[in-house]
């Protein structure tokens, strides 16, 4: 079997529960999950999908992904969603949804999850990997504080569930350090960002920064 990137796969805790799941969608869907970052986004191959699950057939792959999709375990993503053209996707991107019903997953989100893809799988090479603050590159596999990353992208993602409109990582993450010392959460993060955009989105104000909602937190 190819050399994975990590050695565990978390899966979304309703599929174990699901009888109606074969033992072939659920040995896809963990293969999905050992490449997903927190937002569910992975882009492994057919190929190494195959290698993973041990299936040597891709008709067999595609059987499971048909059913995962239908059940509303995955989600196959669309370059256009991200002003990419047809062909800027060498491969499928997917979304594992951990609950069902989550949003789409923002543009930083889709390309953080490239450390997680096996090298050979890794083609969008022109992504810019060298992030804010001392050029620190936000994409390794070791972040600093990993609760400070997780507040970040729940904050993204709440903005866009809430707005519609996507804010940008660099931007964030010194903010989501500061809350992640000061002791609070990615849950706390997300109540208080969808709380704080919709009392934008009442005065009809700009949409709130993870400063501002760091300030109502405070």
């Known amino acids: 079997m190819k050399s994975l990137s990590r050695k565990w796969s978390v899966m979304p805790s309703r599929a174990v529960n699901d009888r109606e799941l074969k033992e072939r969608e659920l040995r896809v869907l963990g293969a999905l999950c050992i490449h997903t970052n927190a937002a569910g986004v992975c882009w492994p191959s057919m190929e190494t999908l195959c290698a993973v699950t041990g299936y040597a057939e891709r008709v067999t792959i595609h ?123 990615a849950a706390d993060v997300r109540a208080a960002t969808l709380n704080t955009c919709d009392a934008a989105l009442e005065r009809r104000a700009g949409v709130p920064s993870l400063y501002d909602v760091a300030q109502v937190m405070s």
Do not use: C
């Open 63 to 185: 059987a499971a992904m048909k059913v995962l999709k239908r059940k509303r375990y995955v989600r196959q993503l669309q370059p256009k969603d991200y002003q990419e053209t047809a062909s800027g996707w060498k491969s499928n991107r997917y979304q594992v949804l951990w609950d069902g019903d989550e949003a789409l997953p923002t543009y930083e989100e889709i390309h953080s999850a490239k450390p997680l893809q096996l090298v050979a799988d890794q083609d969008d090479a022109s992504i810019k990997e060298t992030g804010g603050l001392g050029d620190r590159n936000i994409y390794s596999h070791t972040p600093d504080d990993p609760v400070a990353e997780a507040i970040t992208h729940t904050y993204i993602s709440a903005v866009q569930q809430a707005t519609g409109q996507v804010r940008m990582y660099d931007n964030e993450i010194a903010h989501a350090r500061r809350l992640s010392a000061a002791g609070f959460t």
